[in-house]
C-alpha cells in the first residue's frame, strides 16, 4: 500500500527531506499549512516524489496550484456531487473540463513542453469525504468522470457524525466503509488519513489503497519532545 505524509510546514527542505525518507508521495497542504502562493513553486521543486496539494475547490485556487506543477489536488470541505463536478471541470482541460490553458507556466516547462504534452499531463483529482453531504452522494461523487479518487477525512467526518476527534468510533469507521465501498464500485481509488498504527492498520484492514499519514508538524514536535524527555 502506498503511503504519503501531510506537509504543512512551508519549508521547501521539510518537502525535500520526505521525499528521501521514502514516502510514496507528498501532500503539501495549503488548507491548514500557512503557506502563500508565492512558496508554492519551491515547495513542489523540492518534492522528488509525487505531489498532491491540498487546496480549496476554487477555479481560481485549483488553477494555481496545477499551474505550479502539482501532480494533483486534493480538495476539503465539498458537500454535494455538484461541487465535486465544478472541481473535476476547472482541474481538466477540455473536453473533460475547463481548466485554463496556458503553456508559459511551470507546469508545462515555461513553454517548452509541447503544448499538446502538456494537455495530456496526468493529473490526480482527489476528493475528500469528510461532510454529511459528501458522505450522502458518495456513491454519485465516486461515479463522476474525472475523479480518481477518494479521500477519508476522519476528523472531520467525525465531527459531522457527532463524535468529534473520535475517528475510531464505529459511527466513523462505519462512514469510512460506505466511502470504500462506493470507491471501489466505481473502479477508483480510496484512500485515508490515519495518526497512529493503531488506525493506520485499521484502515488498511478495511480496504484503503492508499495512506495519507500524519503531518511534518506532529512528527517533528513529538520527536522534539521524546529526545528533550530522553535527556532529563
Known sequence: MLAGIFLSIPCPDVVEMASLAGW???????E???MGTAQLPNMLRAARVPAIVRVAGRAD?????????????????????????????????HPRGKRGLNGFVR?????????????KRPVRVVIQIETVGALA??????GLAGVDELF????DLSQALGRPGDVMHADVLGA???????????????????????????????????LMYSADANILAQALRRVRDELR
Open 24 to 30: 510514496d508521495f507528498v501532500v503539501i497542504d495549503t
Open 32 to 34: 491548514h499549512g500557512a
Open 61 to 93: 485556487v485549483l488553477q494555481g496550484a496545477l499551474d505550479a506543477g502539482a501532480d494533483g489536488v486534493l480538495v476539503p470541505q465539498i458537500h454535494t456531487a455538484e461541487e465535486a463536478a465544478a472541481v473535476v471541470s476547472a482541474s481538466r482541460f
Open 107 to 119: 507546469a508545462a516547462g515555461y513553454s517548452l513542453v509541447p503544448l499538446e504534452d502538456y494537455i
Open 137 to 142: 452522494a458518495v456513491e454519485a461523487i465516486a
Open 152 to 155: 477519508i477525512g476522519p476528523y
Open 176 to 210: 469510512g466503509q460506505r466511502v470504500i465501498d462506493a470507491a471501489h464500485a466505481a473502479g477508483i481509488a480510496v484512500s485515508a488519513f490515519a495518526n497512529s498504527r493503531e488506525a493506520a492498520d485499521r484502515w488498511r484492514e478495511m480496504g484503503v489503497d492508499r
